[in-house]
């Protein structure tokens, strides 16, 4: 069983940065793939990032087109943490932002890939 427990979110101008974090539980946390996604009002839930770390210090990463060079995922192996940086943010990136948890994955990119959510964070840009 892995819990998830989000903060960082909160309200910030156009252009802005935010850094989200994403605290684990369970020993086994450095074994799953992690992902971000974010749902707007009345929107479908989406991707936003995901990362694997199977391999120690190496691992790969998996970017939305829409945030790909602006957005970070990392991890803090002592903390149990996975985060987020966000940098250069839109208006249009308001939403509530959920960290998840995956045993396995085929493409990581599918919210029905994953087995545990956080409840989530409010992030708000203001124009």
């Known amino acids: 069983q892995v819990q998830l427990v989000e903060s960082g979110g909160g309200l910030v101008q156009a252009g802005g940065s935010l850094r989200l974090s994403c605290a684990a539980s369970?020993?086994?946390?450095?074994?799953?793939?992690m992902g971000w996604f974010r749902q707007a009002l009345e929107k479908e839930r989406e991707f936003v990032a995901t990362?694997?770390?199977?391999?120690?210090?190496?691992?790969?990463?998996y970017y939305a087109h829409s945030v790909k060079g602006r957005f970070t995922i990392y991890r803090d192996n002592a903390k149990n943490t996975v985060y987020l940086q966000m940098n250069s943010l839109k208006p249009e990136e308001t939403a509530v932002y959920y960290c998840?948890?995956?045993?396995?994955?085929?493409?990581?990119?599918?919210?029905?890939?994953?087995?545990?959510w956080g409840q989530g964070t409010q992030v708000t840009v203001s124009s």
């Open positions: 990362a694997n770390w199977s391999g120690g210090s190496t691992y790969y990463a």
């Open positions: 998840a948890a995956a045993r396995t994955v085929r493409t990581g990119r599918l919210t029905d890939e994953y087995d545990y």
């Open positions: 369970g020993r086994t946390f450095s074994r799953y793939t």
